[in-house]
């Protein structure tokens, strides 16, 4: 398997490593460039929030360029005042006037409303008057929103022409604010020769833009809508570097895209990497959402070699902020053995303690015991609630303790609302039943 943490470095930054970041919220989404469905400003934020494509707003009045958007012509003016004047403008009325409307917050909408329901004849003369200047609203803080209106409504014809533009670009659009967001369109919208003719002008820049807080969208939207081949050479160049780029804020949003879309064979080699490092990847605030992928879609045996890695182990990271997120991830999503497997765990000795009453003292074991009382099937769960009864009078004083308690409770309230109690009041009418008498406060006195 490789080189791989010792054991015992292992277990001292799992004991260092309770806390510590703030990356617990990052789901790796989809990311949502659009923005509203006309300009509105955005600003150069989109690093530190990590729910997929997320912007930090602003911008005011300015284009892509940085230019201001100063006073325009008298029919911009008068469309600014009273948007529309006293006449009511068509696209016809504004040909001469386009690329100024493209870069005004309220004529780039008035255009794309006309767009709407403009007939095939009216979008020609408009696209023929952008077409000419469509580079720099590509890159327009309101100009790129008529560019994505061209890609999503225009004709074959007119997205091949836009496409023709872009080719040489693709890459100075793919880092730029707005322009990313014109790429991404472009990508979700072309097929054959011509998505891959601009999505192969990334070749030799695909770590520019994985690191970049722009390109890194672009480049995920490439594995999504691309067929694998055409993305082989974005895999390759992943190569050697997985760990270091799953655990950047970035890189990792990538890598989960790359294990989301791409098939099982093309993947295997950032596979072997991911599970040889998974001990360093879990106590990452970006690196235990990789894992979890690998987890989520891998296959058996993937799952079954992050287990053999995490083996020993389950306790610990249970008490760790993001290491905990990777433990009932593979609870959920293993067998009945590899549940029994981490059942020994935690039901077991930790560090001289009963493996159990550590985690639930925990702020984050608490979490997976409840995970585990969720996923656990009836022997599994009996097993697990035996082993919490036995430390109730330890408990009951703990404010996590007591999650657990209302969380049996909960599932013992369900279970006899679906009618599967056994006549004895307890589940499956074989176990020992859960805390207490269902619909009433836990017997303490009788445990």
Known sequence: MGSQMPHNGFQQQLQRGGG??????????????????????RGNGGGGGMKGGERGRGGGSQGGNG??????????????????????????DILGHCEEFCRDQHGSRFIQTKLDSATPAEKQKVFEAVLPVALGLMKDLFGNYVCQKFL????????????????????????????????????????????????????GAVMTCVRDQNGNHVIQKCIECSPSLTVQFIVDDFQGQVVQLGMHPYGCRVIQRILEHCPHSQVAGMLQDIVTR??????????????????????????????????GHIVGMSQHKFASNVVEKLLQLSDSDTRNMMLNEI??????????????????GNYV?????????????????????????????LTYGKHIMAHIEKLEAMAAAQGKLGRGGHMGGKTSGFLGPVGGTLNMGAM
Do not use: W
Request: hydrophobic share 35%; glycine share 12%; proline share 3%.
């Open 369 to 397: 015991i409840q995970k585990a009382l969720d996923v656990c099937q009836a022997r599994e769960r009996e097993r697990l609630v035996n082993a919490i009864r036995e430390h109730l009078h330890a408990v009951r004083k």
């Open 67 to 92: 230019m201001a958007v100063g006073r325009g012509s008298a029919l911009l003016e008068e469309f600014r005042s009273s948007r529309g004047g006293s006449r009511k403008l068509e696209l016809r």
């Open 152 to 203: 999503e409504r225009g004709s074959p014809e007119q997205r091949e022409a836009l496409g023709n533009v872009m080719r040489a670009h693709v890459l100075d659009l793919s880092l730029d604010m707005f322009g990313c967001r014109v790429v991404q369109k472009a990508i979700e919208v072309m097929e054959g020769h011509t998505l891959e003719a601009l999505v192969s002008q990334l070749q």
């Open 278 to 311: 998974c001990r360093e990847l879990v106590l990452d605030q970006y690196g235990n959402y990789v894992v979890q992928h690998v987890l989520e879609h891998g296959e058996f045996n993937d799952r079954q070699a992050i287990l053999r890695q995490l083996h």
């Open 20 to 41: 510590g970041g703030n990356g617990g919220g990052y789901m790796g989404g989809h990311n949502d460039m659009m923005g509203p469905p006309f300009g509105r400003g």
């Open 347 to 364: 039901t077991g000795s930790h560090m001289g303690s009963p493996a159990v009453l550590v985690m639930m003292k925990d702020p984050y």
